[in-house]
């Protein structure tokens, strides 16, 4: 940025984020462990910028992205332990199902009672 190496729209920098996860796609395809995490890092430093662009400190935004899952997979087992059941009585598309129906919820990110965060 401080050279004039910088976009200068916001649509640009989400095109760089779409052309990183493409070339993420095809590491992946390729099972090459070393180019996937290079790829990785890339989209990852992609949206880093992104969030710089949107004027958004990137790693609080991770932080709370991090604080809205936990709170919501303890809403999950919450769910679970109402209807008699336990995580590992579950398959995936079961626990999916309750996901959705928590993130359709009003305040689906606020921790239930007693969660714990950390």
């Known amino acids: 940025a401080r050279v004039n190496f910088d976009w200068t729209e916001v649509r640009d920098v989400i095109a760089k984020v779409e052309e990183e996860v493409r070339e993420m796609k095809d590491a992946i395809a390729s099972q090459d462990r070393g180019t996937i995490e290079e790829e990785i890092g890339d989209v990852l430093f992609a949206v880093v910028n992104l969030a710089r662009k949107c004027k958004i400190d ?45 993130k359709q919820t009003p305040n689906a990110e606020r921790p239930t009672p007693n969660a714990e965060l950390f």
């Open 58 to 102: 990137a790693e609080s935004a991770l932080q709370k992205a991090t604080n809205k899952f936990r709170a919501r997979f303890n809403r999950v087992e919450d769910e679970l332990r109402r209807q008699g059941k336990r995580l590992g009585d579950v398959d995936l598309s079961e626990m999916d199902a309750i996901w959705n129906e928590i």
